[in-house]
């Protein structure tokens, strides 16, 4: 028998069965992952929902609900709905447009001004991101840090990201506004966090609309700052974002915003 008879009679007798027994596993793996997934979003849907999951649903299938439960109350009797009421102007093209220039002054921050801020009015911007929409019980949780050592603290374990980022507008800032997701929504993590974030696009809306400025971060040290402000391991901290007044020598980039035309596809 040559030598490459016997190599090939070796490795078909050792480890050919090798090569299908790990293929074989890593098949069933990810067969029992997928299936895994699979029931565990299934639990996430609405309970009018029920039925086969289908894996092709995405985010706009959901039908997102009023954040607030409804008491035993509403559940019996419905109240009229006239539509909305308080708005910009009387005028809905008027209204439209005041809020697009509202948005469209929106800048993110990132020199603040030590100028104080009422706190009362960063009350009423979260209370305005409380009512966004949800699936079910609201997932988020809005803590605000005004305590200049907390904030010491927070810009500290935040800059051990990196050794050569300088966040002073962790300090800086009047106020900052930690923003964590409960990971226990049902089994619905994904569905929570898209709701969170939504709700913080209206803190964020709310707070330019107040005449205050901001910056969105994500940090990456969420679990030295969730045991910081003693957290529940049960949340998870989504954002971090610094609220106050620009510096006098602020400075932002140039932008381009996308005309209508680029963003809009009409059917």
């Known amino acids: ?24 596993s890593i098949v069933l793996y990810e067969f029992l992952l997928h299936e895994r997934r699979k029931k565990r979003r299934a639990k996430y849907l609405p309970k009018e929902d029920e039925g086969e999951f289908n894996e092709s649903r995405n985010f706009k299938d959901i039908e997102w609900k009023d954040s607030t439960p409804p008491t035993e109350q509403d559940k019996i009797k419905n109240i009229p709905f006239t539509g909305a009421t308080a708005t910009l102007n009387s005028d809905a093209l008027k ?25 009362a009015i960063i009350e009423r911007c979260i209370l305005a991101a409380g009512t966004s929409p949800s699936l079910g019980p609201e997932p988020w949780t809005f803590c605000l840090v005004s305590d200049g050592e907390i904030k010491a603290q927070i810009r500290e374990i935040t800059e051990s990201e990196r050794s050569d980022a300088s966040k002073d507008y962790l300090t800086v800032a009047p106020h900052l506004v930690l923003i964590f997701v409960k990971s226990s929504y049902g089994s619905n993590t994904d569905y929570a966090e898209e709701a969170t974030s939504i709700a913080t696009g209206i803190l964020l809306c709310a707070l330019q609309a107040a005449g205050l400025n901001s910056l969105l971060t994500t940090p990456l040290n969420c679990g030295s700052l969730s ?23 602020c400075q932002v980039p140039v932008l381009r915003r996308k005309p209508v035309e680029e963003i809009l596809v009409k059917y």
């Open 1 to 24: 028998m040559s030598l490459a008879e016997r190599v090939i009679l070796f490795c078909w007798t050792y480890i050919f069965p090798i090569v299908v027994v790990v293929y074989l």
């Open 95 to 119: 209204a439209a447009a005041r809020f697009y220039e509202i948005a469209r002054d929106r800048r993110s921050v990132r020199k603040f001004s030590s100028r104080p801020v009422d706190l």
């Open 227 to 249: 045991k910081l402000l003693g957290r529940p391991v049960a949340e998870k901290l989504l954002f971090l974002i610094p609220v106050g007044y620009a510096a006098d020598d």
